[in-house]
């Protein structure tokens, strides 16, 4: 069974690779660069007030905004009409029930192909304002939040998406590697469901078992993950030469016997915790170097903690993340792990590689 999982894994990163237990998006040139915004204003109690940049997008969007509600009107009025023949409020021909008729279904039919649009273009919108605007700190709503995990993830306003995201590691006498099989934004979250399948060449089995649970710990955290992310902040340079984002995150894991782990018993986790990633490009983009650093507080299983080693089922786990990025390949190396537990601090170095999109 775990060779047939790991082989399915094996061809989607060769298909679909990116990230794994380093942030898994690449920073990209800033589409506003050497563009000027012109601020719209209104004035409240004698201040102005900022409303948003004139761009083309929000021409756009408002132009089909303008268009949707007219055909809403048009909705509205032939729904009423129809209602007050019915009611008797109103006597209607045969002719005018159809003609009424025809303009509900050719308004509905309308909206519905409106809505789609102005929505991308709304987030479109909200992506340029947060590319342009430097700095952006515990100030995301629903519509910024989205904007934010597009830019990252490089979504292109998706709000669904599949085999976004795999990526493998390396670490002592372990490997693993690791798909994010589905994510989509729930309001201002983000969350997706991955699976991982990681291999221990050690000689006993009890090494074998610790090696391959660590490995998962660093990596992504069981070989069922559910993640969970919400933004604190994102601040970049204008060129994006130089970028700072910050995430509050939970997951909540699961070790399944049936998909190969060395342990013949269920084993599940939940934490949450923050991370900051900062990276810095040469002028060229050729080259850029990043360092994230993550801080969790696990609770685990019975037999989470016996695969780890440990004693304590409630353990707190950070590590730091060294790596560089060059044209689509990206290096990663966990250099440094601090935590409640000893026996999982200051491991062997852990290293990854993937290639972004």
Known sequence: MKTKLLTLLICIVTIYSYAQHTPSFKIKDNPTLGKTFVPETSTVNGKKVFKYYRTLTIIQQKRLQKEKEKFVDSYNTA???LYDNVEGALTLTDTEIKDYEKQLKSSKDSIAKLTPVIDSLSNEYVKEYLQYKTTTVLSFGPKRARAFFDILYDNKGERFS????????????????????VS???????????????????????????????????SSGGNTVLDIEYPLAYIH????????????RAKGTADFPEFGTTTDKF????SFGVDFYADAALTNNKLRFFGAFNYNQYYGTEEYATNLGINDKSFTFGQLTVGLVFNNIKLSFIVATMSSESSL?????????????
Not at 162 to 179: A, E, K, M, Q, R
């Open 237 to 248: 340079s204008r060129n994006n030469q130089f970028n700072f984002v910050s995430r509050l």
């Open 267 to 270: 084993a599940g986790s939940a």
């Open 345 to 357: 601090e200051n491991k062997s170095v852990v290293a990854g590689g993937q290639v972004l999109h």
């Open 162 to 181: 599949v085999l976004n995201n795999t990526g493998f590691s390396v670490g002592n006498n372990s490997g693993s590697i690791y798909s994010e099989l």
């Open 184 to 218: 989509g934004n729930l309001s201002v979250l983000r969350v997706s469901l991955g699976a991982m399948v990681s291999s221990s060449s050690a000689n006993d089995l009890e090494s074998a078992k610790q090696e391959e649970a660590y490995q998962r710990l660093v």
């Open 79 to 81: 729904l009423s009409k």
